[in-house]
């Protein structure tokens, strides 16, 4: 496919992803009426925006500044800042975009309970996600196109439809994508110090951080080139600096047993909660070392890349859906049979469907018991066995972990292969 007409494609596909995320009250504010009653779930303006800033009232234990909130409650124009005023469970480097996205917003209007503020910032989401996958997509050409296996299209369309507006993830593809060209391109310190930027967006870089790591430590380089160490020092110290409790609280969230879209959701009713989260991080952590132990093959490390990616995502309590995007440029750069193509293409198709049916999981039941007579409880539980959304999830986890699975035992087999001559 030409580059010009798969940007058209994309393009396309975001646009069409914008008008299908609006919020009912940017579409009433907009248009002046409803077309989409039911808008695909938006995971910063859900979590974030109605969740914590617009709901000071509703949610007290969420805000630091007790006084601001007060203030917010009362009808008072004020602009409230993350980690200083309220609790935002991301690292560093995303909640400053979260603030810009806010802030760019309240220069539209004042009132955070406003819908022209609510309008403003799901477009100003909306802008910056588009143009951030447009570059990483630029860039993705310029640097990997070489290296570029065009049989895994159409892989991707449905995430980026799905999840190209929906969080802060798809705001740093940029610099993920030049985190990939300096990996493979061997040029490991400059891959440590996008990573190490990485890290300090979202903490599911802590594998790349470490992979990159890795490479340097098996090469000899001077200390300089270790500067990629500082970055995520350096933002979670400024965090500190600014509000101690605020460091705690994401220290605190991230040990506090939670489950996501994972496949340890089989074991969550019959297995303690605490139990369950500590040894799948033992089982995750163990994986990780050993596939960093793996031996290094040169013109291979897009694949090595891809199983770390795809085994920390599937073996992840929180597998949440939109780390997707993470893991479709990985897989454009690897060789692989029709198989594992089709069982990509088919998980991805199941991954976008979790956000589609997620909220809507009690109408969900209602039709399934109509058309098929199950007797399902009318409830709005995804995560219960009897949800079809969790079967969906459970039978992608199953997918990526046998994709995964096979690409190690790829990887292995280039292993030894190289190791005879």
């Given at each position: 496919?030409?580059?010009?007409?798969?940007?058209?494609?994309?393009?396309?596909?975001?646009?069409?992803?914008?008008?299908?995320?609006?919020?009912?009250?940017?579409?009433?504010?907009?248009?002046?009426?409803?077309?989409?009653?039911?808008?695909?779930?938006?995971?910063?303006?859900?979590?974030?925006?109605?969740?914590?800033?617009?709901?000071?009232?509703?949610?007290?234990?969420?805000?630091?500044?007790?006084?601001?909130?007060?203030?917010?409650?009362?009808?008072?124009?004020?602009?409230?800042?993350?980690?200083?005023?309220?609790?935002?469970?991301?690292?560093?480097?995303?909640?400053?975009?979260?603030?810009?996205?806010?802030?760019?917003?309240?220069?539209?209007?004042?009132?955070?309970?406003?819908?022209?503020?609510?309008?403003?910032?799901?477009?100003?989401?909306?802008?910056?996600?588009?143009?951030?996958?447009?570059?990483?997509?630029?860039?993705?050409?310029?640097?990997?196109?070489?290296?570029?296996?065009?049989?895994?299209?159409?892989?991707?369309?449905?995430?980026?439809?799905?999840?190209?507006?929906?969080?802060?993830?798809?705001?740093?593809?940029?610099?993920?994508?030049?985190?990939?060209?300096?990996?493979?391109?061997?040029?490991?310190?400059?891959?440590?110090?996008?990573?190490?930027?990485?890290?300090?967006?979202?903490?599911?870089?802590?594998?790349?951080?470490?992979?990159?790591?890795?490479?340097?430590?098996?090469?000899?380089?001077?200390?300089?080139?270790?500067?990629?160490?500082?970055?995520?020092?350096?933002?979670?110290?400024?965090?500190?600096?600014?509000?101690?409790?605020?460091?705690?609280?994401?220290?605190?969230?991230?040990?506090?047993?939670?489950?996501?879209?994972?496949?340890?959701?089989?074991?969550?009713?019959?297995?303690?909660?605490?139990?369950?989260?500590?040894?799948?991080?033992?089982?995750?952590?163990?994986?990780?070392?050993?596939?960093?132990?793996?031996?290094?093959?040169?013109?291979?490390?897009?694949?090595?890349?891809?199983?770390?990616?795809?085994?920390?995502?599937?073996?992840?309590?929180?597998?949440?859906?939109?780390?997707?995007?993470?893991?479709?440029?990985?897989?454009?750069?690897?060789?692989?049979?029709?198989?594992?193509?089709?069982?990509?293409?088919?998980?991805?198709?199941?991954?976008?469907?979790?956000?589609?049916?997620?909220?809507?999981?009690?109408?969900?039941r209602e039709v399934l018991n109509e058309t098929l007579?199950?007797?399902?409880?009318?409830?709005?539980?995804?995560?219960?066995?009897?949800?079809?959304?969790?079967?969906?999830?459970?039978?992608?986890?199953?997918?990526?972990?046998?994709?995964?699975?096979?690409?190690?035992?790829?990887?292995?087999?280039?292993?030894?292969n190289a190791e005879k001559h």
């Amino acid at each position: 496919m030409r580059f010009k007409t798969l940007l058209a494609l994309v393009i396309a596909i975001l646009t069409t992803g914008f008008i299908l995320h609006m919020p009912v009250e940017v579409q009433e504010y907009v248009f002046h009426g409803v077309f989409n009653p039911h808008p695909i779930y938006n995971d910063l303006y859900g979590s974030y925006y109605k969740g914590i800033l617009a709901n000071p009232c509703g949610n007290p234990n969420q805000w630091f500044n007790q006084a601001k909130r007060s203030a917010l409650c009362s009808g008072e124009n004020i602009f409230p800042i993350p980690y200083l005023d309220y609790k935002l469970p991301e690292p560093p480097l995303a909640g400053l975009a979260f603030t810009v996205l806010t802030a760019l917003a309240f220069l539209f209007s004042s009132n955070v309970f406003s819908t022209a503020y609510a309008t403003a910032l799901y477009t100003a989401q909306s802008i910056i996600s588009i143009i951030s996958t447009l570059s990483a997509l630029i860039l993705f050409k310029k640097k990997l196109s070489n290296r570029l296996n065009e049989r895994w299209l159409p892989l991707g369309f449905a995430s980026l439809l799905v999840y190209g507006i929906y969080s802060l993830d798809s705001l740093v593809l940029p610099l993920y994508i030049l985190f990939l060209s300096s990996l493979l391109d061997k040029e490991y310190h400059k891959a440590l110090l996008y990573a190490g930027l990485l890290t300090a967006w979202n903490p599911f870089f802590t594998i790349l951080f470490g992979l990159s790591l890795a490479y340097m430590l098996g090469s000899t380089r001077p200390l300089k080139h270790y500067a990629g160490l500082l970055p995520p020092l350096i933002a979670f110290a400024t965090l500190y600096v600014a509000n101690p409790s605020s460091l705690e609280y994401l220290v605190s969230n991230h040990l506090t047993p939670a489950f996501n879209s994972s496949i340890y959701w089989l074991f969550t009713g019959s297995v303690n909660t605490q139990a369950l989260y500590a040894v799948s991080w033992g089982v995750l952590s163990t994986i990780i070392l050993i596939l960093y132990g793996l031996k290094p093959l040169g013109d291979h490390i897009a694949l090595h890349a891809t199983i770390l990616i795809l085994a920390s995502w599937t073996l992840n309590p929180v597998a949440v859906p939109q780390t997707i995007l993470f893991a479709i440029p990985l897989l454009y750069l690897c060789n692989s049979d029709p198989r594992l193509r089709a069982s990509a293409l088919v998980s991805e198709v199941l991954n976008a469907l979790i956000i589609l049916l997620w909220f809507r999981d009690g109408f969900l039941r209602e039709v399934l018991n109509e058309t098929l007579g199950l007797g399902l409880p009318v409830e709005n539980n995804p995560a219960s066995t009897s949800s079809l959304v969790f079967w969906i999830i459970q039978v992608r986890n199953v997918l990526l972990l046998a994709l995964t699975v096979r690409m190690i035992s790829d990887y292995w087999e280039l292993t030894i292969n190289a190791e005879k001559h």
